[in-house]
C-alpha cells in the first residue's frame, strides 16, 4: 500500500527519468544511506568490518566493474583476479615508493593505472568476441599473477613475496596498517562504493552507456547507426578496470593489509565477482551490489547456521555450498536470466497494483 | 639453428606433444558439444574428474556419498564390496572393463539429467548464458563429486603401461612416459572413431544437421533433446577417456577440472567446430608451451611461463586469425 506514485506529478523530463523515480522509493534509499553513515559506524565491530562490510564493499566495487565490461558493453571478462592483482601491486608500489601519498589519491591513482593495463588487454576485444575474448582475458589473468610472483620489483624482494601494506594516516586517523579502528576502514570504503556507484548510475544512462549498450546488443548494428566500436569498447575496459583497480587496491590496503598473488587474485577470483552479476543481474548497478552482497553473505550465512547452529560437519558445509552456488547459478539463468534486480523490479511493478491484479 | 641437432629439443619437443595430446583428449569434448548445440561447455573438465572419481569410486568398492550417510546415520560403512584381485595390485581385465562400462551408463545418466535440468529450460538463450549455466553445472558437479566419491587424492590403475619407455631410451636416449604413448594412441583411435560415427551414421548425419540450424532439424523431425542428450553422453565418454588418461598419469584430483581452462586455447587454436583441429591445436600448444618454458622462460623470465604461454600464444593468434585454424569463417550480417 505504501509504494504509490500516486499524488506525484512530473513537471520536467529531469524528474522523469530520475533514479529513484517515487518519492518513497527516494527516501528509502537516503534513510538507508543515513544509517549507513551515521548509525553503523557507531556499531561496527572487527568481525562485521572483517567478515561482512569491507568484503561487500570491495567486491561491490568489482562487480560494479565487471557489470560495466560485461553487463552493459557485453564484452565477457574472466581476468577480474588479475586486474583486482594490478589494482593491489599498484597500490603496493605507490605507498612505498610515495610516503607522503594520501590513501585516495594512491586509489585512484591504482585504478587509472590498472584502466592502462585493462585497455592494453583489452585491445583484442576489438577483432574478437564472445567466448574468444574470454580466452584472451584468460590470458590477462595467468600472465599477470605469474608476472606479479616472478619479477621481484613488483614486490620490493620481499623474501616471502608477499606485500603488505605500510600504515598510512587521514586526517590524523589510521586507514591501512594494523592500528585501524573499524568505523573508519568502513566509512573509507563505503566512501568509495558510494561514489563510484553514483559515477557508474550517471555513467551508464549518458551517452557513454547507451554507445556500450548498443555496442553488447549489436556490435555491426551499432557501428553502422554510428557508434565508434574502438572509443566504446576501450572505454567500457578503461571505465572497469579503473573500478576493478580501486577494489583490487581497497582489497589489499584496507582490507586485508597483505596479499600474496597466486593466492588472493587467482581465478577463482574472476568466477566470484562474475557469479555476483549473474546472480545480482547483468546491466544492472543495483544488480552488482545484491549480487556482491549475495555472494559474500553466502558463506558467511552457511558457516553460522549449518556448521554453527545446526551443527553440520565442516568439509560437507563447503561441498554443500558449492553444490547450492552452482545450483543458484543455474536456477538463476533459468528462472531470471537478468538476476535479482529483474526479480525486484518486478516485484515493484507488482506492488504498485497490489493488491488489484492490473 | 644449433638447437635442432640438440638432443634436450627433441625430448621437449616430443614430451610437450604428448601433453599436448591430454589437452586434446579435453578440447574433444568441448568441440563434440559446441558443434551440436552451440553451448560452450566449461563443465568438460569437471565432467572428467567426475568420470574419474566414479570411475576410481566403483574400484575400490567404495560406498557413494558414504560420508554423508554415515554423518547422518552414525553408522561407519565404506565400502559396500569387496573389488576382486589382490589389494595393491592392477585388478582383473573383466573387473576392469565391468567398472568401466558402470562408469559410462554413470555418464549417460548425468548427460540425461544435464539435457533435462539445464540445457531444456535454456533452449534459445544466448551462447552466453548457456556458458555461464555450465559454469554453474561445473560447480555443481565438483561439490557432488567430492560429496559422493571424497575429496582426497586418489590413485587410479587400470593397467595401462607406466614409467618410461626402456625401447626409446635404448634406441634414441630420450625419456618419454609409456601412459603419455598410450594416451596417444587412445587420442588416435577417439578421433578416428568420432569422425567416422558423425560422417557414415545416420545418428552422425542428424548431430551435424542440428550443429548446422536447430530449427531447420526441428522441422525435419529430428529431436533436439535426443540428440543433446547422445551428445553429452558421447561428451561425457570422452571425458571418462580423458580421466583415465589423466588420472593415471598425476592422480585423481581437483587440478584435474582445471586443465578444462587448458583446453581453452587449444580449441581457440583448432577452431570450435573442428575435430583435427582440437588435435592439432593440442599439439601445438602442448609442444609450444614446453619448448618455450624450456628454451625462454627458464633461463630468462624466472621460469613457470606453461601457467600462461597457452593463453597468450591463442590470444596472438586469434588477433591475427579470428576463426582458427580449422573453424568455419565467421560472417555476420545486421
Known sequence: ?????????????????????????????????????????????????????????????????????????????????????VGAYATYKLMT?????????????????????????????????????????????????????????????SASGQISAPERTMFGLAITGPYTHPAVTYLFCFGFLFVFAWVARNLVRGRVGRSWMAIRDMDIAAEIIGVN???????AFAVSSFYIGMSGALYFAVWKGAAEGTEAFSITVSFNVLFMIIIGGLGSIFGSLIGAAFIVLLPVVFKNVFVGALGWPTDIATHAQIILLGGLIIGFLIAEPHGIAALWRTAKEKLRLWPFPH | MGFLTDAFFYEVLIAGLLAGVMYSLVALGFVLIFKSSGTFNFAQGVLALFAALTLVGFM??????????????????????????????VPPLWFVLLCIAMTTAVMIALAWVVVRVVLRPLVNQEGIILFMAT???????????????????????????????????????????????????????????????????????????????HQAALSVGISLETIWWIVWSVAGIVALVAGIMWGAKSGVQFSLSLIALKALPVLILGGFTSIPGAIVGGLII??????????????????????????????????????GLFGEKIIERV
Open chain 1, 229 to 235: 566500436p574502438l572509443m566504446s569498447k576501450l572505454s
Open chain 1, 1 to 85: 500500500m505504501l509504494y504509490r506514485e500516486a499524488g506525484e506529478f512530473k513537471t520536467s523530463y529531469q524528474a522523469d527519468l530520475a533514479t529513484f523515480p517515487i518519492r518513497i522509493e527516494l527516501w528509502g534509499f537516503w534513510s538507508v544511506m543515513a544509517v549507513a553513515v551515521l548509525v553503523v559506524p557507531f556499531f561496527v565491530n572487527d568481525y562485521w568490518e572483517q567478515a561482512i562490510f569491507l568484503p561487500f564493499f570491495v567486491y561491490g566495487l568489482a562487480a560494479l566493474g565487471l557489470n560495466i565490461l560485461t553487463g552493459y558493453c557485453g564484452q565477457l571478462s574472466l581476468g577480474t583476479g588479475g586486474f583486482m592483482a
Open chain 2, 286 to 323: 602442448g609442444a609450444g608451451e614446453k619448448l618455450f618454458d624450456f628454451y625462454i622462460g627458464v633461463p630468462f623470465l624466472g621460469g613457470a611461463t606453461e601457467n600462461w604461454f597457452a593463453y597468450v600464444l591463442a590470444l596472438g593468434f586469434l588477433v591475427f586469425r579470428p576463426q
Open chain 2, 135 to 213: 559454469i554453474g553445472l561445473a560447480f555443481v558437479l565438483e561439490g557432488v563429486g567430492d560429496l559422493m566419491w571424497g575429496a582426497n587424492v586418489k590413485r587410479l590403475d587400470i593397467g595401462l603401461p607406466s614409467g618410461p619407455s626402456d625401447m626409446i631410451i635404448d634406441a634414441t636416449g630420450m625419456f618419454v612416459e609409456k601412459i603419455e604413448i598410450s594416451a596417444a594412441v587412445v587420442a588416435i583411435i577417439l578421433v578416428a572413431s568420432l569422425t567416422l560415427f558423425s560422417q557414415y551414421t545416420k545418428m552422425g548425419r542428424a548431430l551435424r544437421a542440428v550443429a548446422d540450424d
Open chain 2, 60 to 89: 575400490a568398492g567404495q560406498l557413494p556419498f558414504a560420508h554423508v550417510i554415515n554423518w547422518l546415520l552414525g553408522t561407519e560403512w565404506r565400502y559396500w564390496y569387496a573389488p576382486p584381485g589382490v589389494e595393491g595390485e
Open chain 1, 97 to 157: 615508493s610515495f610516503p607522503g601519498l594520501d590513501m585516495i589519491s594512491i586509489t585512484l591513482l591504482s585504478g587509472l593505472i590498472t584502466a592502462g593495463v585493462g585497455v592494453f588487454f583489452g585491445l583484442p576485444s576489438l577483432r574478437i568476441k564472445g567466448f574468444y575474448l574470454a580466452v584472451a582475458t584468460l590470458a590477462a589473468q595467468f600472465f599477470l599473477i605469474w608476472m606479479f610472483n616472478k619479477w621481484g620489483w613488483f614486490y620490493n624482494y
